[in-house]
């Protein structure tokens, strides 16, 4: 899979394990005083899973060269989600805009579109890539 995925990953995974101690430690008392404690850990929780489960998808991609283009879209579309769902909770436990209520489910829909398309790319015949000599 591409470098850029990796390293996409990488970050989330770090920010994903930051932000769960920051709400933990730093945040706590904000979160508290907010009644945000429990989203912040949801979000967290989320965005940890979702960098593992792209990890778990690039090591599974690395043995799929012919799937390795559709496997991005997957990537891409967890990652998307981690930004747009995860993110939006966690300014939102801050009190960030109101507007970004509605971001959170737009960000949900692309993390359930992720799983789909990950399940229907599990019931496709494993393909080989057609190399020239």
């Not at 430690?25 to 850990?41: G, K, M, P, Y």
């Not at 792209?54 to 060269?65: E, F, G, K």
């Amino acid at each position: 899979m591409a470098p850029r995925y990796i390293v996409l990953t990488a970050v989330s995974g770090f920010l994903a394990v930051l932000f769960g101690a920051m709400g933990a430690h730093a945040l706590r008392a904000t979160l508290t005083e907010r009644a945000s404690n429990e989203a912040w850990q949801t979000a967290s929780q989320y965005h940890l899973a979702h960098a593992l489960a792209c990890l778990a998808l690039i090591a599974w991609a690395s043995t799929q060269p012919a799937r390795e283009k559709r496997l991005q879209r997957i990537a891409a579309l967890w990652l998307l989600g981690c930004l747009l769902f995860s993110g939006s909770i966690y300014a939102l436990a801050l009190g960030g805009p109101r507007f970004l209520g509605p971001v959170t489910p737009l960000g949900g829909l692309a993390l359930l579109t992720g799983w789909s398309l990950l399940a229907w790319e599990a019931t496709k015949k494993p393909q080989t890539r057609l190399t020239s000599t």
